[in-house]
């Protein structure tokens, strides 16, 4: 219970100051600006998984976490638990943004195409297998490995929503989309947001099986936080 309550914490602080941002910015008339919504998403992570990643890892991402069982480095089990904890922790920050800003234009800081819904699609999946490689590469078993693995995740992304958020809003993560799109009521295109981080997520675990040494993946599964 104490990994739930990580994980519901961790990923409503997420989406609160990440979404939160871009209500934010659209209600100050442009005030903290796209490279400091970007910055937002980074720090808030980086800070999440300092906060939490001792306990439960700080996964805040159902891709992740079903990256990390694919890579034999996380219960499968337990994957349901998180992706339920990861959802009522999102949905219950765009509930609370929603009531402290109703007449939000900005719907919530939902992800939307610029583009076409194949561009997005292509860049949320290569943006997502980048941030997962990044992780699979810096963590052991299913949580994050020194002080350094907050600084190297929060840093891809922000790096990846500074460049890639005015196309396909960057991501990355299916209940950082999943929950505004709930309470605003806005599902358009949203089937990109849910299918493109996973299969993402997904593609990294053979890349890291690539680059590491034999056994970085697809060994004995460990607990949600070891």
């Not at 104490?2 to 602080?13: C, I, N, P, Q, W």
């Not at 997502?128 to 963590?139: E, G, N, Q, R, Y």
């Not at 960057?170 to 999943?178: D, F, G, I, Q, Y």
């Not at 949203?190 to 593609?203: D, E, H, R, S, T």
Request: charged content about 5%; hydrophobic content about 55%.
């Amino acid at each position: 219970m104490k990994k739930l309550l990580a994980e519901v914490l961790g990923s409503f602080t997420l989406v609160f100051a990440g979404t939160g941002a871009i209500v934010i910015n659209s209600a100050s008339d442009g005030v903290i600006t796209h490279a400091g919504i970007a910055i937002t998403f980074g720090l808030v992570v980086l800070a999440m998984i300092h906060t939490f990643g001792d306990v439960s890892g700080a996964h805040l991402n159902p891709a992740v976490t079903l990256a990390f069982a694919a890579a034999g480095r996380f219960s499968w089990g337990a994957v349901p638990g998180y992706a339920g904890a990861q959802v009522v922790g999102a949905v219950s920050a765009s509930l609370l943004l929603h009531l402290l800003f109703p007449q939000d234009p900005a719907v919530l800081g939902a992800t939307l195409p610029a583009g076409s819904a194949m561009q997005s699609f292509v860049l949320e999946l290569v943006l997502t297998a980048i941030l997962m490689l990044t992780i699979l590469s810096v963590s052991t078993g299913a949580r994050e490995k020194g002080v350094t693995a907050g600084i190297a995740i929060g840093g891809v992304i922000a790096l990846e929503a500074m460049f890639a958020g005015p196309i396909s809003g960057a991501s990355m993560n299916p209940v950082r989309s999943l929950a505004p799109a709930l309470v605003a009521g806005h599902f358009n295109h949203l089937w990109i947001y849910l299918a493109a981080p996973v299969l993402g997520a997904l593609i990294a675990v053979p890349l890291c099986i690539g680059v590491r040494e034999a056994g970085c993946c697809g060994g004995r599964c460990v607990s949600p936080a070891s």
